[in-house]
């Protein structure tokens, strides 16, 4: 069954700390893939996302994400977070194999310490 | 571009009773919307997919003589919870999906959400 996966559910980081969350999908063929984020008490809020191309994807707030084909992955990263990126991060992935149907990762609720 | 809205964005309803929620494309035509349901604390999990004109298409698991939906035009999609229980308080969320064309059929546009409580 097409799933996706993160393999962090909770993340505690300190300002400044570098930032990494996986995800894994299991989709065969052609993905599009997207990373988004829920700040506290409001909706979803696109990051970034790749169709096709440039492996390495550069979104909004300085976060980035890097698809790598043989691995599965689509992994968000940030050098440098901000007490502000306080949040839940979601992972997802649609495809034609799924009728184009966005499938969510479970989630990773980080929090930055001031 | 490519707005989705929802409303209510909050409802409280008894239970037993029925409470529709509307989902709009504001600048878009969504040939395609979808319903998900957010739990507190949880991830997104896609109720149902419809298409404009056609019935809907639910997942496993997702009881569509509860969950109502509705794909009347392009611009409107409505998902009614009909007798509703405390179980079914949740946060709702539609996406819309363009047609086929540049910009899709890849990306779905979210709404902010309708939150759900059952007394």
């Known amino acids: 069954a097409q799933s996706v996966s993160q393999h962090n559910h909770h993340v505690i980081l300190s300002e400044a700390a570098s930032l990494e969350l996986g995800c894994n999908y299991s989709?065969?063929?052609?993905?599009?893939l997207f990373w988004y984020v829920q700040y506290p008490g409001q909706h979803l809020q696109l990051l970034l996302k790749y169709f096709s191309g440039d492996p390495l994807v550069k979104g909004i707030k300085g976060f980035e994400a890097e698809f790598i084909k043989s691995k599965f992955s689509f992994n968000l990263r940030k050098p440098s977070v901000q007490w502000s990126d306080t949040a839940e991060y979601f992972c997802a992935v649609n495809a034609r194999t799924g009728g184009f149907k966005t499938i969510f990762g479970a989630g990773t609720r980080l929090f930055v310490k001031a | 571009g490519a707005v989705v809205s929802q409303h209510p964005s909050w409802v409280i309803c008894k239970s037993g009773t029925s409470v529709k929620i509307e989902c709009r494309s504001l600048?878009?035509?969504?040939?395609?919307m979808f319903w998900y349901r957010q739990f507190p604390k949880q991830s997104l999990m896609l109720m149902a997919t419809s298409n404009e004109g056609s019935k809907a298409t639910y997942e496993q698991g997702v009881e569509k003589d509860k969950f109502l939906i509705n794909h009347a035009s392009l611009t409107l999609s409505t998902l009614t919870v009909t007798s509703a229980h405390p179980e079914d308080s949740s946060f709702y969320i539609c996406?819309?999906?363009?047609?086929?064309?540049?910009?899709?059929?890849?990306?779905?546009?979210f709404g902010p959400g309708t939150r759900l409580t059952v007394t």
């Open positions: 600048d878009f035509q969504a040939t395609t």
């Open positions: 989709y065969g063929g052609t993905v599009n």
């Open positions: 996406s819309a999906r363009a047609g086929m064309g540049t910009s899709g059929p890849y990306e779905q546009y």
